[in-house]
Structures are given as structure tokens and as C-alpha cells.
């Protein structure tokens, strides 16, 4: 069964910058799945969960939201089972919760998300 693991958040000022990890278990070392796409989820207080990016293991084809797009890259290293986000211009509606799960799922019916790590920006 296909684990993530998120590390990485923190407490930042606006317009800062936060670089969180996602480890993939469950696949063998250095062969995450062919054509496994790993998305980054968020979700700030009061709100719905909802994906902000998405890679492609195969080819590194991307997805971003209008919400992060310009503002945050997403990345991976297929030989680490890792996933990355890069934030930058990190703005207080960012603060939220974020989780790596696959890309497009059913943010209400998926169960296997992982705790997730904590991302706040704030002066």
C-alpha cells in the first residue's frame, strides 16, 4: 500500500518562503511507479480540502491551481521516492494543513491521508 509522508512546514512571515517534502512508501527504492502522479492537498480552517499540484513521475508533467500558480513549483526526485513543493511569496491565505496523496482524488472519499504538515504565515 502506497504511503506519503509530509514534512517541511513551519511558521513564516508573508512573502517568505517554505519548501515541503512528501515520501512515497510502498513502492521499491528508486521505482516510484511509472506514470505515478503525487498531488499536494491543503486545507485551511473552516475550508475544504483541495489539490494545488500535481507531478508526474513519468514525464514531470505539472498542475497548479490559480491559487499557487506563479507562487509555488512542484518537483520530485523519483531515486528518493520524494516529492517536493517549493512556496514562495507565501501570502496568509496560504496557512493551511498540507497533505500529498495521488493526484484527483476524492478529497471526501479518500482515507489514507497521512497527518499532513502545518504551513502558517503570519507577521
Known amino acids: 500500500q502506497v504511503q506519503h509522508v509530509e514534512s517541511g512546514g513551519g511558521l513564516v512571515q508573508p512573502g517568505g518562503s517554505l519548501r515541503l517534502s512528501c515520501a512515497v512508501s510502498?513502492?521499491?527504492?528508486?521505482?516510484?511507479?511509472?506514470?505515478?502522479?503525487t498531488g499536494w492537498y491543503r486545507q485551511a480552517p473552516g475550508k475544504a480540502r483541495e489539490q494545488i499540484s500535481c507531478i508526474s513521475s513519468k514525464d514531470g508533467s505539472t498542475y497548479y491551481s490559480e491559487s499557487v500558480k506563479g507562487r509555488f513549483t512542484i518537483s520530485r526526485d523519483n531515486a528518493k521516492n520524494t516529492v517536493y513543493l517549493q512556496m514562495d511569496e507565501l501570502k496568509p491565505d496560504d496557512t493551511a494543513v498540507y497533505y500529498c496523496?495521488?493526484?484527483?482524488?476524492?478529497?471526501?472519499?479518500?482515507?489514507?491521508w497521512g497527518q499532513g504538515t502545518q504551513v502558517s504565515v503570519s507577521s
Open positions: 496523496a495521488p493526484c484527483g482524488v476524492n478529497v471526501d472519499a479518500y482515507h489514507s
Open positions: 510502498g513502492f521499491a527504492p528508486g521505482a516510484m511507479l511509472d506514470g505515478y502522479q
